[in-house]
């Protein structure tokens, strides 16, 4: 931690009306003046109510974020949403790969390599999200596993700009259980992946290359997790949906 700046960034999954979206980026904005402006605030509420996101956090420090992105720019693909849409609207990140679209919506390393592409391509920073099951974990592939996701999705992605691409360690046992992965479980996963990366793209990359921790991040949990050393942030499903818990985080994750 410390030496990279800490977003800390709610997923919002498939919650929040515009109008519910509205007041809460109006409360959040609220209580966070006077916090620590030097880490980085990020929501992603669903598609339908980014616009109405963008246009209350003007003006505030809160980026937002979409959820998910197709890697064409426009064509026939009924019910998708494109980098150049997302970037008109306003939003700075997308959140790709997450485990919920890899398990329901078929997303494979290759499309998460497509879509990552097509991101950078539109000047939207990726949050790219990896992470083993529960089996893999037991039966100690956790290291494969994440390995595969991570050169799967980056591929031949060249060159990368470390504050320009953001990465986040989402065990799937933890997300949504309650069963957070310990501090010692995620350090020891975040440090193998800098390993890699600095394999793959260099030292410099791997050093400055922000990696989130997801999964069951709640107020009492986020400090141990984000105080250690390759762990940058986190990426907060369930508790970010309440402005007194997500800020609970955001006061305790930096
Ligand atoms: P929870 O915080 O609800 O476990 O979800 C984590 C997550 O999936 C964030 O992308």
């Known amino acids: 931690m410390a030496i990279r700046k800490v977003i800390i960034a709610g997923n919002w999954k498939m919650h929040k009306t515009s109008a519910e979206t509205r007041s809460y980026i109006k409360e959040l904005s609220a209580v966070l003046d006077g916090v620590n402006p030097d880490s980085e605030i990020l929501a992603a509420p669903p598609f339908t109510s980014l616009a109405v996101a963008v246009e209350e956090a003007k003006g505030t420090r809160i980026g937002i974020a979409g959820q998910n992105l197709h890697w064409e720019d426009k064509g026939a693909f009924?019910?998708?949403?494109?980098?150049?849409?997302?970037?008109?609207?306003?939003?700075?990140?997308?959140?790709?790969?997450?485990?919920?679209?890899?398990?329901?919506f078929g997303e494979t390393d290759e499309k998460v390599n497509l879509k990552i592409a097509a991101a950078m391509n539109h000047s939207l920073i990726p949050i790219f999200c990896l992470g083993e099951s529960?089996?893999?974990?037991?039966?100690?592939?956790?290291?494969?596993?994440?390995?595969?996701?991570?050169?799967?999705?980056?591929?031949?992605?060249?060159?990368?700009?470390?504050?320009?691409?953001?990465?986040?360690?989402?065990?799937?046992?933890?997300?949504?259980?309650?069963?957070?992965?310990?501090?010692?479980?995620?350090?020891?996963?975040?440090?193998?992946?800098?390993?890699?990366?600095?394999?793959?793209?260099?030292?410099d990359f791997a050093n400055s290359v922000r990696i989130l921790y997801g999964g069951s991040i709640k107020p009492d949990n986020a400090s141990t997790l984000v105080s250690c050393e390759d762990i940058d942030g986190g990426l907060i499903g369930g508790a970010s949906l309440k402005v007194q818990d997500f800020f609970g985080i955001i006061k305790e994750g930096i």
């Open 134 to 203: 529960l089996d893999e974990r037991e039966s100690g592939k956790t290291f494969d596993v994440v390995k595969r996701q991570l050169l799967g999705g980056i591929g031949d992605l060249r060159p990368l700009e470390p504050k320009n691409f953001v990465i986040a360690y989402e065990p799937v046992w933890a997300i949504g259980t309650g069963r957070t992965a310990t501090p010692e479980q995620a350090q020891e996963v975040h440090a193998f992946l800098r390993k890699e990366l600095s394999l793959l793209l260099g030292k």
């Open 78 to 104: 009924t019910g998708e949403i494109s980098g150049p849409m997302l970037r008109e609207l306003g939003c700075s990140h997308v959140i790709i790969g997450h485990s919920e679209r890899r398990q329901y």
